[in-house]
């Protein structure tokens, strides 16, 4: 069945530091990929998203692509921001068309001044 | 716009009790999710109901958790009886349309004792 694989956390970086959290996957044709963030005490939101291969989805300087040939969707930014302290969850929609997504298990990243 | 709310925010019962948690999606979406997320875990899908008919409810342990969206607006998620392993976040989320962006409550922090 469809599943999402992310990298272990906590990924604990200084300000300004490049990150990169790697999400790869397994499903069934070439389902939309997502990134969701859930900050502390707060539900879970969209970050960015991709529909096909070789888009590139971008928000709040985060970016990732849809890599089709690695079945991957990685996240990255530039220089992280004590406020980007966060659980981030990579997701696709699940096959048979609902709309479900399936999540990985989520990173932890911690950005420390 | 007002977003999806959920109640209670916290409950803590011991085992074999029952539990209920409460959703109010956003107004106008006919699509709404109830995922479980246990501590270290990306949510899962529960149930999906688009309007008050129900979508997807395989992953629904249906011996002891039952769902339903009367009127298809408010949504209720039962448990009964409750076990240890139910202790989780139980997050509301809906959505326009099948296929469109979900929007996810705070969720319900349960703890069975």
């Known amino acids: 069945g469809d599943s999402v694989t992310q990298m272990e956390g906590p990924v604990t970086l200084s300000e300004e530091a490049f990150l990169t959290i790697n999400c790869t996957y397994t499903?069934?044709?070439?389902?939309?990929l997502f990134w969701y963030v859930q900050y502390p005490g707060e539900g879970l939101q969209l970050l960015l998203k991709a529909t096909k291969a070789d888009d590139k989805g971008s928000n709040k300087g985060f970016e990732a692509t849809y890599r089709k040939e690695t079945t991957s969707f990685h996240l990255e930014k530039g220089s992280v921001q004590v406020s980007d302290s966060a659980v981030y969850f990579c997701?696709?929609?699940?096959?048979?068309?609902?709309?479900?997504?399936?999540f990985g298990q989520g990173t932890t990243l911690q950005v420390k001044p | 716009e007002a977003g999806v709310a959920q109640s209670p925010r916290y409950k803590i019962i011991e085992k074999r009790q029952s539990v209920a948690f409460w959703c109010n999606p956003i107004?106008?979406?006919?699509?709404l999710y109830w995922y479980q997320q246990i501590l270290g875990q990306g949510p899962k899908l529960l149930i999906q109901f688009q309007n008050n008919g129900v979508v997807d409810d395989s992953q629904l342990p249906k011996d002891r958790f039952s769902a339903e969206r009367l009127k298809g607006v408010d949504s209720t998620l039962k448990i009964q009886p409750a076990k240890l392993e139910d202790s989780a976040v139980y997050l509301c989320?809906?959505?326009?349309?099948?296929?469109?962006?979900?929007?996810f409550g705070s969720g319900t922090q349960l703890s069975v004792l």
């Open positions: 997701a696709l929609h699940g096959s048979g068309n609902t709309g479900k997504l399936i």
């Open positions: 499903a069934t044709g070439y389902p939309s």
């Open positions: 107004s106008g979406h006919a699509t």
């Open positions: 989320a809906s959505s326009f349309a099948r296929g469109e962006k979900l929007f």
